[in-house]
């Protein structure tokens, strides 16, 4: 059954380092070779007798489901086939989780992923980036990590391949229990 797989962000230099941007800096540790297509760049593997789809919407957070819903169109995805990797204001930094459907915490890019594909039936990948002390929730998402973060990162993003590689290997349900709420601190 084929697969698909989002990491969210936005595009451009200005935002590559952002929190934001976690889902789209895990698929660059990931693929080394992107083609445009679908208001994204995209990739196509084949694991066995079937293909597995990477995608990096380039429109901006809250228009992901622009890019995810004509790429799941073409190649015929079922939601239920499709994880998205996002950040999480809910989870402590360097937390990750694995969910099936459920609500949409605020989260504007997947609120648009359901708008588009008229369910919120779809897996997700969420990745901690912990809620800020004091200050703006926004100003929060669209900031760097910081340096020191960055080790941290570093360990959040090997859990999270390694979350992901059982999710294609053995399955959502083995993925979630082996990883759900891991911290890597």
């Not at 895990?26 to 080394?32: E, G, I, P, Q, Y």
């Not at 090997?158 to 992901?164: I, M, Q, S, V, Y």
Request: hydrophobic share 40%; charged share 25%; aromatic share 8%.
């Amino acid at each position: 059954m084929d697969k698909l797989i989002v990491g969210l962000g936005n595009p451009g230099k200005k935002y590559e380092k952002n929190r934001h941007n976690v889902g789209m800096i895990l698929l660059d540790t990931l693929v080394r070779q992107w083609q445009e297509k679908f208001k994204g760049q995209y990739c196509q593997e084949s694991t066995g007798s079937s293909k597995v789809y990477y995608l990096k919407p380039q429109t901006f957070m809250n228009l992901s489901g622009e890019s995810v819903q004509p790429l799941a169109a073409f190649f015929k995805i079922d939601p239920s086939n499709i994880l998205v990797v996002h950040d999480e204001l809910d989870l402590p930094f360097g937390t990750l989780a694995l969910k099936k459907g459920g609500g949409l915490a605020g989260h504007n890019g997947l609120k648009s992923i359901a708008a588009q594909l008229g369910t919120q039936d779809f897996l997700r990948l969420r990745l901690g980036i912990g809620r800020p002390i004091h200050g703006d929730v926004s100003n929060w998402v669209l900031s760097d990590f910081s340096k020191d973060e960055t080790i941290t990162l570093e360990k959040l993003l090997t859990e999270a391949g390694l979350a992901l590689k059982t999710f294609l290997d053995k399955g959502f349900d083995v993925a979630a229990s082996s990883y759900s709420r891991k911290n890597v601190l």
